[in-house]
């Protein structure tokens, strides 16, 4: 499999990724699977080529919430490796999805040695705490349907495919709200025909329909990626890294 479909995995620097390269095993993952509960301690890092993970939130009432989706724009657990050894949230994944899988230990030492992979690590969980931001303001301002539309559409851009495997009693977890709710949105979307919805699926019909009917959290939370991850500011970053590294 490509490396270079994991973004973060892309934008290395020859010598870090070459140092990463034989340790990353690449293995699939099942929709539903659980990499890491709260509170576990964390022994491997995830770099998805496919799919999607959900960090999320479970409360006493058994209510989960998701607080922000990695997929083939990030890492899992790249920070937690690095400072606390211990998962802060719950990791599942939401789509079925191939991950590199790490030890935590060849992390660490890697990013050691380069400091470019820690930077790189800082800065994408800085872009994580951003999300997890942008999604409390949402679920507190937002309503429902405008919440559907912005994960709807964030969703189908980290599984680049207007198909989506959802069901609606997930889509009311991740969203915080009662399965009925999605119930009613989601026919109120079919009826405008932004999306068509069968039982488990889910297929956008409409990408500007959805952007209308959505927040402007959308739009914020690709934002905060372009700037910190893939603009020419982190590419300047890296070759003062490796200019660093290789006079050290």
């Known amino acids: 499999m490509n490396h270079s479909e994991n973004?973060?995995?892309?934008i290395l620097s020859p010598p870090v990724f070459e140092a990463l390269q034989p340790h990353l095993k690449v293995r699939e993952f099942a929709q539903g699977v659980?990499?890491?509960e709260s509170g576990d301690p964390v022994t491997e890092v995830y770099f998805p080529y496919s799919g999607i993970v959900s960090l999320v939130v479970e409360l006493k009432d058994g209510d989960t919430i998701e607080t922000a989706m990695v997929g083939r724009d990030g890492v899992v657990h790249a920070a937690s490796a690095l400072d606390g050894k211990v998962s802060l949230c719950?990791?599942?994944?939401?789509?079925?999805?191939?991950?590199?899988?790490?030890p935590v230990p060849v992390i660490v030492e890697i990013a050691d040695r380069h400091r470019?992979?820690?930077?790189?690590f800082i800065r994408h969980e800085q872009?994580?705490?951003?999300?997890?931001q942008q999604s409390?303001?949402?679920n507190a301002s937002h309503m429902t349907e405008a919440r559907l539309c912005r994960w709807l559409l964030r969703t189908r851009d980290l599984a680049r495919s207007d198909?989506?495997?959802i069901t609606q009693e997930y889509l009311g977890q991740m969203l915080g709200v009662q399965r009925t709710s999605i119930s009613i949105i989601a026919a109120a979307l079919q009826k405008a025909g932004l999306i068509r919805y069968r039982r488990g699926h889910i297929t956008i019909l409409d990408v500007d329909g959805l952007k209308?009917?959505?927040?402007e959290c959308y739009e914020t939370v690709k934002a905060h990626y372009e700037l910190m991850l893939t603009s020419d500011s982190m590419k300047k970053i890296t070759r003062s890294f490796v200019v660093s590294d290789a006079s050290g």
Do not use: D, H, M, W
Request: charge should be positive.
């Open 7 to 10: 973004r973060l995995l892309a």
């Open 34 to 36: 659980v990499l890491a």
């Open 90 to 102: 719950k990791s599942i994944v939401q789509i079925r999805a191939f991950l590199a899988v790490v």
């Open 116 to 120: 470019e992979l820690r930077s790189l």
């Open 127 to 132: 872009v994580l705490l951003a999300q997890s």
């Open 136 to 138: 409390a303001a949402c």
């Open 163 to 165: 198909e989506l495997n």
């Open 212 to 215: 209308e009917g959505g927040c």
